[in-house]
């Protein structure tokens, strides 16, 4: 079995409780809870006949003030990069976690992860937007936690890469 731990990085508010919520346990919650320091779920699926345990940090969510604590960090095999479609500011948040999770760890696999874009009435995010911040992601998806829509591809697509690395490896 091949485990892998995968941290879900991001401003407040932007859904990655919502997102591994709906991806473990397929429930969407309207109701908002903040996640206070780290919530640990697993995921078990197969890749290739290959079993691979997905240990999902759900991080306590950041803006400006970089408060990501590094021991969170440590061990991590990969990242979802979360952003709400509907507030500007998660992109900035976004790029910010981006550089420093970089300037620490070195590159790692990850996904740029567009959450609620079920509300694309309401995006405040233009595609060229994104250009700088999804150049080096595996991939950049478009999600609704609420509605299910591409939560499963996110998070598979990096477990993916991530067994392959292991393959690559061995």
């Not at 998070?155 to 890469?161: D, R």
Request: a negative charge; glycine letters at 6%; charged letters at 25%.
């Amino acid at each position: 079995m091949i485990r892998k731990k995968i941290c879900m990085l991001g401003a407040t508010m932007v859904g990655k409780t919502s997102l591994v919520r709906q991806y473990v346990d397929s429930l969407f919650d309207e109701k908002y809870q903040q996640t206070i320091g780290v919530k640990i779920d697993k995921k078990t699926l197969f890749i290739e006949s290959e079993e691979v345990r997905l240990m999902l940090w759900d991080i306590q969510g950041e803006d400006d003030s970089g408060s990501t604590r590094d021991a969170y960090l440590r061990g991590m095999d990969g990242y979802l990069l979360v952003v709400d479609s509907t507030r500007r500011e998660t992109l900035i948040a976004a790029n910010s976690i981006h550089t420093r999770v970089r300037d620490m760890m070195g590159p790692l696999p990850h996904v740029l992860v567009i959450n609620k874009c079920d509300l694309s009435a309401e995006s405040q995010i233009m595609d060229s937007d994104l250009q700088a911040l999804s150049g080096d992601a595996l991939s950049l998806v478009r999600t609704s936690a609420r509605t299910g829509q591409h939560v499963e591809s996110c998070f598979e697509q990096l477990a993916s890469a991530l067994s392959s690395v292991r393959s690559a490896s061995a």
